[in-house]
């Protein structure tokens, strides 16, 4: 299974949920585009916080120098993102591949994350409570829905808010993999407790 997680925008929670899904399911990582933060990439964050020994963290396609859209660190730093030399890696694992921001970041003058997302990805998108993030979230899974693109579902994250959950899920007919509370930190005790409840749901997949 090769599951796709993104985001309805930026620093909602998508590589806490992506390490509790790969911990879940001691499955292999990949982030294809890592801008800006280096020594400490998501790549580093996955590996620090998940405690199986079946996990593989594969190199990113790109890591770029500077915390900016894709796009523009990748200009910065004399290169144009090419999708045709973004290989996905080979594993008879269950793969994670963690995206960049929301679907529409732009990776060069053409393409954009959602053209990363390949038809045989289940996407995950990942909900982070706050005024707007309604709208942002239907967007989201309308616009992966027109690219004929399979939704997994949603993880919430945040404090819990019953009425944005269920006016999403009641909107779109996805299903709910779980919430991630607010934590006071993420360690692999705390990934672990929710890779435990979410493992059912992402089996079930």
Known sequence: MKLFI??????VGKTV????VTEALEADYWKPIQAGDLENSDSHKIKSRISNNKSH???NAYALQTPASPHYA????GVTIDLKKIKEPETKNHLVIEGAGGVFVPLNDND???DLIQSD????VVSRHYLGSI??????????????????GVIFSGDENKATEEIILSK?????????????????NVIRYYADKFRANLLDL
Do not use: M, W
């Open 57 to 59: 963290i594969f190199e």
């Open 6 to 11: 993104t985001g309805i925008g930026t620093d």
């Open 172 to 188: 779109t007919g996805v299903k709910c993999i779980g919430r991630i509370d607010n934590e006071p930190y993420f360690d692999q």
């Open 121 to 124: 990805y289940k996407v995950i």
């Open 135 to 152: 709208n942002h979230t239907l967007l989201t899974i309308e616009a992966l829905q027109n690219r004929k693109l399979e939704i997994a």
């Open 74 to 77: 990748a200009h910065l730093d």
């Open 17 to 20: 949920a992506s390490a509790i």
């Open 112 to 114: 954009c994350i959602i």
